[in-house]
């Protein structure tokens, strides 16, 4: 009797065993799935929002171009007023390598809105992301109302395109940056000191530093 009861007992004990492994390999295999899912939203969400979507290779160029003449240093010689005479294109499109549109979206409304990597001076180490927006006008690549909505730090490029993907989707989201801009490892300017100027199209100091 004392055995037969033993064995009960190992056989209830085994199989508890047995319950315990299966509920830890469920619980590991869900997770796993759930790990499976999101990897391939992140992905999706990477191959969403692309300026592909909306303009041939070399439409692509020419408004890359364009917004860069916006956002860029001055070519020499050229004032604010002046960049965009076509005398100084050389020296934008000759540029245009360093830059490049990450995430591009048209909203119904007709606003455009773009985020994009551009060079930090001279460093091969550090980017930094350009959150904007504008309107075109029909057959024109060339950006009315453009503003800087935001740009991010100089990051490592990595860095650069994650956060800047999280600003796009909120910028699209809400058609400003409002909520984001305090959320200094994300947002450099505006800030209590600069301020975007859209009738000049450039950053202003608001505030001495």
Excluded at 38 to 53: N, R
Excluded at 54 to 73: G, P, R, S
Excluded at 103 to 124: C, E, K, M
């Amino acid at each position: 009797m004392s055995k037969n009861l033993d064995t009960q007992r190992k056989d209830w004990a085994f199989h508890l065993i047995q319950l315990k492994i299966t509920e830890h390999y469920n619980q590991m295999k869900n997770r796993f799935l759930g790990f499976l899912i999101f990897l391939s939203f992140c992905s999706c969400q990477s191959h969403k929002y692309k300026i592909s979507d909306y303009f041939a290779e070399n439409e692509q160029d020419t408004l890359l171009v364009n917004v860069i003449t916006y956002i860029y240093t001055l070519a020499p010689s050229a004032t604010r007023e002046t960049k965009f005479q076509p005398q100084f294109r050389s020296f934008y499109t000759k540029n245009i390598t360093k830059f490049n549109f990450q995430n591009y979206y048209q909203a119904p409304d007709g606003w455009h809105y773009f985020f994009l990597i551009r060079p930090v001076g001279a460093s091969t180490e550090y980017k930094r992301g350009v959150l904007g927006k504008f309107k075109l006008e029909a057959n024109s690549l060339m950006p009315q109302d453009f503003e800087e909505v935001a740009n991010t730090p100089h990051l490592k490029e990595e860095v650069v395109k994650e956060r800047g993907q999280y600003l796009f989707q909120e910028l699209i989201k809400n058609g400003n940056l409002d909520k984001q801009i305090p959320m200094k490892h994300y947002v450099e300017w505006p800030d209590e000191h600069l301020a975007y100027d859209k009738a000049l199209h450039e950053w202003k100091v608001i505030k001495p530093y």
